[in-house]
């Protein structure tokens, strides 16, 4: 099939010198075709070569990485067929990132691989998915910052559109479920603290006061005489007052106490982004 496409495009456009008119300003210019074909039969190429690898890799995955030996074989195999073409060449180096990543789970020490071929598909084409691939094998390290993974995840996965990915949303989800877990606990007990401080704050103000004008008007003995002023009614107004202002701080406070996870889920996902986590705590 290439050899037929080249032989098309060379019978079509390859002696061909093309000329070009702005429809604007009226400029023409002229260029040559047969550089262009030759760019875009090399790009197809390296893009079957890519599609026909990342299928191999899709397929026998598991018995690929079974062993240090056949990942470090597989490796070696696609080090050596390095393609011309930018994009087919990053995808190769995330194919073997992918790789490395998954033999992680027999030798850790391939995470180190892992980050060395991702690192380089970024190189060679600046693509969202790699940055995204980069902050899962962030997520692994020891001293990860789950903050900032969760963050720039949420963030790519919002920009991203799923059907230009080389792997599922749901695939990255789910590799970045410990973290986002964990981001939501420390957002709820981050919140529940400055509540808790608030509602302590208020509390020391108002319950001596409502507790001193209930005492007050509970033993308050009204005059007897017509014309003596009765503090009654006053000390039950400021009761009322400062009892609804105690309540009104002491119901919020109470209603976050018991959010589900998943009102916390999304009040954190207000923070970093439009995009909706409703299955990761499930």
Same mark, same amino acid.
């Given at each position: 099939m290439n050899q037929i496409a080249d032989t098309t495009n060379d019978a079509l456009y390859g002696e061909a010198d093309l000329e070009f008119t702005c429809p604007n300003c009226g400029y023409t210019w002229i260029a040559s075709g047969t550089a262009d074909s030759e760019t875009n039969n090399q790009m197809f190429k390296d893009q079957q070569a890519f599609l026909q690898a990342w299928e191999y890799l899709l397929e026998n995955i598991e018995d690929i990485?079974?062993?240090?030996?056949?990942?470090?074989?597989? =490796?070696?195999?696609?080090?050596?067929?390095? =393609?011309?073409?930018? =994009?087919?060449n990053s995808?190769?180096?995330?194919? $073997?990132? =992918?790789?490395?990543?998954?033999?992680?789970?027999?030798?850790?020490?391939?995470?180190?691989?892992?980050?060395?071929?991702?690192?380089?598909?970024i190189r060679l084409f600046n693509d969202k998915e790699y940055h995204l691939f980069s902050e899962v094998l962030d997520n692994k390290a020891a001293d990860k910052n789950s903050r900032s993974i969760v963050r720039n995840s949420i963030k790519l996965l919002d920009e991203i559109d799923e059907s230009s990915l080389l792997l599922s949303k749901d695939w990255y989800i789910n590799e970045l479920r410990a973290s986002i $877990?964990?981001?939501?606990?420390?957002?709820?007990?981050?919140?529940?603290?400055?509540?808790?401080?608030?509602?302590?704050?208020i509390s020391f103000v108002c319950v001596p006061i409502i507790l001193f004008l209930l005492f007050k008007w509970l033993t308050y003995e009204k005059p007897d005489s017509f014309w003596a002023f009765n503090w009654g009614p006053l000390y039950f107004c400021g009761l009322l007052v400062f009892g609804i202002s105690y309540m009104s701080s002491f119901i919020p406070f109470f209603k976050e106490m018991y959010r589900s996870d998943a009102e916390w889920e999304a009040l954190l996902s207000k923070e970093y982004g439009s995009f909706k986590w409703s299955s990761l705590l499930k």
């Open positions: 990485t079974s062993s240090v030996e056949k990942t470090e074989a597989f =490796l070696s195999e696609y080090d050596s067929k390095s =393609l011309i073409s930018p =994009l087919p995808e190769m180096c995330f194919m $073997q990132a =992918l790789a490395a990543y998954c033999a992680a789970d027999t030798d850790s020490r391939f995470l180190t691989v892992s980050r060395k071929y991702i690192n380089r598909a $877990q964990e981001e939501v606990k420390r957002y709820k007990e981050e919140k529940i603290g400055e509540l808790r401080s608030v509602f302590i704050g």
